[in-house]
């Protein structure tokens, strides 16, 4: 089982519309979470970190987190296409520096 | 500049040759990640810095995988001996600090092994 797992295949939403992404972890004693932005040749830019169980939101994004579930998604409303790009979910286990990343899931909006 | 920079953006190497791969951090950045990321994969970890003491190392794929930060700023990641499977991009990441601070990644080295 890998540490962090995004299964979902490429997304497409209308412009406007909701683009909903899910991200699982196997490790109970992760403690921080984060979703990064990339784009094609591009570095991963981090749009979001998450601590604690809830919702957080910034702008047109929000994360949530249910450590119990040990699940942590990010919704991004009013979708643009400046938002097509790969989102990328990671992991930080306590007193661990290194991140834990999903493969990315990859999300078209279409105009 | 403000980033995290990374050179040479590309690079192209024969099999067999060793190659050097630099990462200028974030100006005050205290600790620096090295990542390796597959085409269509996430980055995997290889290497963690806290200033100039190499802390962790566990991810390097094998002993010719080489990293060092010498001075605690610039790192630069050496691979010896490349191999095919080590064609990649190799992402650069700093943090002000390592346990809350968020890591903030340069645009990566696209490594060719032909």
């Known amino acids: 089982q890998k540490e962090v797992e995004q299964n979902s295949g490429p997304l497409s939403v209308p412009e406007g519309a909701i683009a909903s992404l899910n991200c699982t972890y196997s490790d109970r004693g992760s403690q921080s979470f984060f979703w990064y932005r990339q784009y094609s040749g591009k570095s991963p830019e981090l749009i979001m970190s998450?601590?604690?169980?809830g919702d957080k939101e910034d702008g047109r994004f929000t994360a949530q987190l249910n450590k119990a579930s040990q699940y942590v998604s990010l919704l991004i409303r009013d979708s643009q296409p400046s938002d097509s790009a790969t989102y990328l979910c990671?992991?930080?286990?306590?007193?661990?520096?290194?991140?834990?990343f999903g493969k990315g899931n990859q999300v078209v909006v279409i105009p | 500049g403000a980033g995290v920079s990374q050179s040479p953006r590309y690079k192209v190497a024969k099999r067999g040759q060793d190659v050097a791969l630099r990462c200028d951090p974030i100006s005050g950045h205290v600790s620096l990640f090295w990542y390796q990321q597959a085409l269509g994969q996430g980055p995997e970890f290889l290497t963690y810095?806290?200033?100039?003491?190499?802390?962790?190392k566990s991810g390097l794929p094998s002993d010719r995988f080489f990293a060092e930060r010498p001075e605690g700023s610039v790192s630069t990641l050496k691979i010896q001996r490349t191999q095919q499977e080590d064609s990649a991009v190799y992402l650069c990441?700093?943090?002000?600090?390592?346990?809350?601070?968020?890591?903030?990644f340069g645009d990566g080295t696209r490594l060719s092994i032909l």
């Open positions: 810095f806290q200033n100039e003491a190499q802390l962790d």
């Open positions: 990671a992991v930080r286990r306590y007193g661990n520096n290194r991140l834990a």
């Open positions: 998450i601590y604690s169980n």
């Open positions: 990441a700093s943090s002000l600090e390592g346990l809350t601070s968020p890591q903030h």
